[in-house]
T-cell receptor
Framework: AQSVTQLGSHVSVSEGALVLLRCNYS??????LFWYVQYPNQGLQLLLK??????LVKGINGFEAEFKKSETSFHLTKPSAHMSDAAEYFC?????????????FGTGTRLLVSP | DAGITQSPRHKVTETGTPVTLRCHQT?????MYWYRQDPGHGLRLIHY???????DKGEVSDGYSVSRSKTEDFLLTLESATSSQTSVYFC????????????FGPGTRLTVT
């Protein structure tokens, strides 16, 4: 069965510092991988996704993630944090080759940004 | 923003009472999903639908039922609510294909006392 592990339920950074949110997946076949962001009292919205094209994926709001098969990782980064980046971030995985998208989510990482 | 609404947005109910949550979409997407979000668990799939009258169970389906009589509406029913079903419930929609993104509704906060 697929699973996703997000290391660190909370990550704190200063404004302007590098953001690194970690995601490791477990899947028997090459998966599709997603990062979603959730702002307070809102639903989730897609930041970026990996669908077996380029291994370095750029998303919205300056975020990017790199798919590393050898490390089974899909870490999310942003060079310089903004106060507006404070939110909860979820990594998710789904199997390729199916019409139905069954997403398995990680437990989430809350990003705190201090001035 | 994808056209997804959920109703009600907040509900407090007593143990043992039935509760129905509604998800409505205006995007004509084939797939619809119900998730629950709990601290420390992320989002877990309750049920999903792949067409009118076509539904299947997800990871945490016990105590929940769903129905989809029209493309645009997906109902989640708790037949007899329990305190363990206190949660935030999200509806999502997607087009066909495992690489498509899911669009999420604003959520319903349900408290069972």
């Amino acid at each position: 069965a697929q699973s996703v592990t997000q290391l660190g339920s909370h990550v704190s950074v200063s404004e302007g510092a590098l953001v690194l949110l970690r995601c490791n997946y477990s899947s028997s076949v090459p998966p599709y991988l997603f990062w979603y962001v959730q702002y307070p009292n809102q639903g989730l919205q897609l930041l970026l996704k990996y669908t077996s094209a380029a291994t370095l994926v750029k998303g919205i709001n300056g975020f990017e993630a790199e798919f590393k098969k050898s490390e089974t990782s899909f870490h999310l980064t942003k060079p310089s944090a903004h106060m507006s980046d404070a939110a909860e971030y979820f990594c998710a995985v789904s199997d390729q080759g199916t019409g139905f998208q069954k997403l398995v989510f990680g437990t989430g990482t809350r990003l705190l940004v201090s001035p | 923003d994808a056209g997804i609404t959920q109703s009600p947005r907040h509900k407090v109910t007593e143990t043992g009472t039935p509760v129905t949550l509604r998800c409505h979409q205006t995007e004509n997407h084939r797939y619809m999903y119900w998730y629950r979000q709990d601290p420390g668990h992320g989002l877990r799939l309750i049920h999903y639908s792949y067409g009118v009258k076509d539904t299947d169970k997800g990871e945490v389906s016990d105590g929940y039922s769903v129905s989809r009589s029209k493309t645009e509406d997906f109902l989640l029913t708790l037949e007899s609510a329990t305190s363990s079903q206190t949660s935030v419930y999200f509806c999502a929609i997607s087009e066909s294909g495992a690489d498509y993104e899911q669009y999420f509704g604003p959520g319903t906060r349900l408290t069972v006392t």
